[in-house]
């Protein structure tokens, strides 16, 4: 499916997988519904796009992946011409029993710094079902980014959240994620990769609750700052069964020093070193 602001360019279903959509003034609402027991070689790909130096792109999807099927879906949100603009999303997604999807979404920005994108999702994991999902944000200028993802993971199931964004010029970012594992031996970990430089800030926030016998759970985050950046990282957990056990761990500095030394002498410039560096942690 692709879609300009809120026109649908082209959507088509395939065997198995079915798409629909409605467009109004108002946003886009699109529904994806995968049939129990398939297994989707191909990604699905979704295309968000504005081209537009000012503009508005709202979007309610609602995801369904059957019992037992296997997908991944690819989501391309491509800003790189608005000055001025706001891109929105609020996602459901269900996933059944047995079931696993592979959820990759990737944003291009421009230069002007102006875009605003606020995420937000409510995923169920049924039990034995399986989500790794990435966000990433790394090329352009973030302008302001507000993440809310809440996730409840069943009895059996496993889910892995990754972000990634680099922060420039006066960006504002804001990451929270909520890991719930409400079933018997559920899994989950959060991991975020941010770095910020110039005047950026980013506020990252994970949590991790423990509700039931033999949960796991795992807060990883990562942080890199240069300039005048701003950073801070609430890893915060919450154990409410005696046999659960989550842990955390938070990692906030400049660059190793010991590296940027090591990328010299190789022939790389401070400047070129400190983005090599950078680049490994959001790879």
């Known amino acids: 499916m692709v879609a300009?602001?809120?026109?649908?360019?082209s959507h088509q279903s395939i065997p198995g997988v079915s798409i629909t959509a409605q467009t109004s003034d108002k946003g886009i609402t699109a529904k994806i519904v995968i049939d129990e027991g398939r297994q989707v070689v191909q990604p699905i790909h979704l295309c968000f796009g504005l081209f537009e130096r000012f503009g508005v792109q709202n979007v309610a999807l609602e995801l369904v992946v059957g019992a037992n099927?296997?997908?991944?879906?690819?989501?391309?949100?491509?800003?790189?011409?608005?000055?001025v603009a706001r891109h929105a999303m609020e996602a459901?997604?269900?996933?059944?029993?047995?079931?696993?999807?592979?959820?990759?979404?990737?944003?291009?920005?421009?230069?002007?710094?102006g875009m605003e994108v606020v995420p937000r999702a409510l995923v169920t994991l049924e039990r034995g079902a399986r989500l790794f999902s990435d966000f990433s944000l790394v090329t352009g200028l973030v302008g302001k980014l507000d993440v809310d993802f809440d996730v409840n993971v069943g009895e059996d199931a496993v889910a892995e959240l990754t972000s990634k964004v680099f922060g420039h010029g006066t960006d504002k970012i804001k990451l929270k994620e909520r890991l719930v594992l409400a079933g018997r031996n559920a899994r989950g970990l959060i991991k975020s990769r941010m770095a910020v430089e110039?005047?950026?800030?980013?506020?990252?926030?994970?949590?991790?609750?423990?509700?039931?016998a033999g949960a796991r759970g795992h807060v990883d985050c990562t942080e890199i700052i240069k300039d005048r950046g701003v950073v801070s990282a609430s890893p915060i957990v919450r154990v409410t069964h005696?046999?659960?056990?989550?842990?955390?761990?938070?990692?906030?500095?400049?660059?190793?020093?010991?590296?940027?030394?090591?990328?010299?002498?190789?022939?790389l410039t401070p400047e070129e070193a400190v983005y090599r560096i950078v680049g490994g942690l959001l790879r």
């Open 4 to 9: 300009y602001g809120h026109q649908i360019i």
């Open 69 to 83: 099927a296997k997908a991944t879906l690819w989501s391309h949100c491509l800003f790189s011409v608005p000055d």
């Open 92 to 113: 459901v997604i269900r996933i059944g029993p047995g079931a696993e999807l592979r959820y990759q979404e990737a944003h291009y920005h421009g230069a002007s710094g």
């Open 198 to 212: 110039d005047d950026a800030s980013a506020e990252v926030i994970g949590m991790t609750e423990g509700n039931a």
């Open 242 to 267: 005696p046999e659960a056990k989550v842990t955390h761990e938070a990692a906030i500095g400049s660059v190793d020093r010991q590296q940027m030394e090591t990328l010299m002498a190789r022939g």
